[in-house]
């Protein structure tokens, strides 16, 4: 298999998904990365031909060959996991397992052997470009006078389960589309830097994205309203519907929107701004770490400078779901940004 995108069906009915709380040795479909722990390039390289990211590629280098086979091996040594697509990326392998039948052995345990057969292959690595390294050819054995040679793979690879439609199709377009995303944030380095300290209505933010949207000359804060919901699901669409009307009215006569657009009728409103191209602040529940990269449904918008993302607070890699405090908070921030001037 090639790390090129392969051609599947995303029909619901083809697939068995794993559900919350289920085995991890049962069937499901699994997203699974594999980091180089110093973000060093060393599987590859990325090639942008005509500085066109929707040409980009990556071309591995003999380690990334490797690392490649020993992830294309995991059907091999288990006849119930298939890849549905592997993506090979300078510092990081991305790839997805459809486990179709139980198995003996967990996701995990299949996981941990390929992490283990990648570390072995990173000392060969590290000791064959390590200057302190000898080799003796008349034994085809290596000595090294460092008591060991820098590791490669220091960090289990990250498993994330797919148990909801949707998701591995998902998956599938942002793997698919992972060299040209790395290829738009080289050639556009400003808008994709986290800028730190950036004080608005007395607040310190982080943000990345087009800063300039802050000069706007008219906001307007999106937040749909708990009442409006239970009077649709009441059978009264109308004040719901006015209401999300309104707002894209708003953005087509020049207002900036604002918001964390939390609630699914708020992230439609965003779907429809960003159809349409309009200029959006985003109010993010966690910060931006060092490797932050927005997600596939903001990446464009932030490329063509219609996007800021800012966030009130600092980057918890531990964090997983936003709480209800949380929400309020970033509605109440999304309020005074937009009655800044």
Same mark, same amino acid.
């Given at each position: 298999?090639?790390?090129?995108?392969?051609? %599947?069906?995303?029909?619901?009915?083809?697939?068995?998904?794993?559900?919350?709380?289920?085995?991890?040795? !049962?069937?499901?479909?699994?997203? /699974?990365? &594999? *980091?180089?722990?110093?973000?060093?390039? &060393?599987?590859?390289?990325?090639? /942008?031909?005509?500085?066109?990211?929707?040409?980009?590629?990556?071309?591995?280098?003999?380690?990334?060959?490797?690392?490649? +086979?020993?992830?294309? +091996?995991?059907?091999?040594?288990?006849?119930?996991?298939?890849?549905?697509?592997?993506?090979?990326?300078?510092?990081?392998?991305?790839? /997805?397992?459809?486990?179709?039948?139980?198995?003996?052995?967990?996701?995990?345990?299949?996981? =941990?052997?390929?992490?283990? !057969?990648?570390?072995?292959?990173? =000392?060969?690595?590290?000791?064959?470009?390590?200057?302190? +390294?000898?080799?003796?050819?008349?034994?085809?054995?290596? =000595?090294?006078?460092?008591?060991? $040679?820098?590791?490669?793979?220091?960090?289990?690879?990250?498993?994330?389960?797919?148990?909801?439609?949707?998701?591995?199709?998902?998956?599938?377009?942002?793997?698919?589309?992972?060299?040209?995303?790395?290829? +738009?944030? =080289?050639?556009?380095?400003?808008?994709? @830097?986290?800028?730190?300290?950036?004080?608005?209505?007395?607040?310190?933010?982080?943000?990345?994205?087009?800063?300039?949207?802050?000069?706007?000359?008219?906001?307007?804060? *999106?937040?749909?309203?708990?009442?409006?919901?239970? #009077?649709?699901?009441? !059978?009264?669409?109308?004040?719901? @519907?006015? %209401?999300?009307?309104?707002?894209?009215?708003?953005?087509?006569?020049?207002?900036?929107?604002?918001?964390?657009?939390?609630?699914?009728?708020?992230?439609?409103?965003?779907?429809?701004?960003?159809?349409?191209? @309009?200029?959006?602040?985003?109010?993010? #529940?966690?910060?931006?770490?060092?490797?932050?990269?927005?997600?596939?449904?903001?990446?464009?918008?932030?490329?063509?400078?219609? &996007? &800021?993302?800012?966030? $009130?607070?600092?980057?918890?890699?531990?964090?997983?779901?936003?709480?209800?405090?949380?929400?309020?908070?970033?509605?109440?921030?999304?309020?005074? /940004?937009?009655?800044?001037?």
């Amino acid at each position: 298999m090639h790390s090129k995108c392969k051609s %599947y069906s995303m029909d619901d009915k083809q697939w068995h998904w794993q559900q919350f709380g289920t085995a991890w040795k !049962g069937v499901g479909i699994y997203h /699974i990365t &594999l *980091v180089v722990s110093s973000r060093e390039p &060393l599987l590859g390289s990325l090639v /942008i031909p005509n500085n066109n990211p929707q040409e980009a590629k990556v071309e591995l280098s003999p380690f990334g060959e490797q690392i490649k +086979t020993c992830v294309e +091996t995991i059907p091999i040594r288990y006849s119930k996991i298939r890849i549905l697509q592997l993506r090979m990326m300078p510092d990081h392998v991305h790839f /997805i397992l459809y486990v179709t039948q139980a198995m003996d052995v967990s996701i995990k345990m299949v996981v =941990r052997g390929l992490w283990q !057969g990648a570390k072995k292959i990173g =000392r060969d690595y590290s000791m064959s470009i390590n200057p302190n +390294t000898i080799r003796d050819n008349r034994h085809c054995s290596i =000595r090294n006078n460092q008591q060991h $040679p820098d590791p490669v793979f220091t960090e289990m690879p990250f498993i994330r389960p797919l148990s909801r439609h949707g998701q591995l199709d998902a998956m599938m377009q942002y793997l698919k589309m992972n060299p040209q995303r790395l290829a +738009t944030k =080289r050639l556009m380095p400003g808008y994709f @830097r986290v800028q730190r300290g950036i004080v608005i209505a007395g607040h310190s933010y982080d943000s990345i994205g087009n800063i300039a949207l802050l000069q706007a000359e008219r906001y307007m804060p *999106v937040h749909v309203r708990r009442t409006m919901v239970e #009077d649709a699901e009441h !059978g009264n669409a109308l004040p719901l @519907r006015t %209401y999300m009307d309104s707002c894209l009215a708003a953005a087509r006569e020049g207002a900036v929107m604002v918001s964390p657009f939390i609630s699914p009728q708020e992230k439609d409103i965003l779907a429809m701004l960003l159809k349409e191209q @309009r200029p959006v602040i985003y109010l993010a #529940d966690n910060g931006f770490g060092e490797y932050y990269k927005p997600s596939a449904l903001l990446f464009d918008a932030v490329a063509a400078g219609r &996007l &800021l993302i800012l966030s $009130p607070w600092q980057y918890d890699p531990a964090k997983r779901r936003i709480t209800r405090a949380e929400c309020i908070a970033l509605n109440d921030f999304a309020a005074s /940004i937009a009655s800044h001037s």
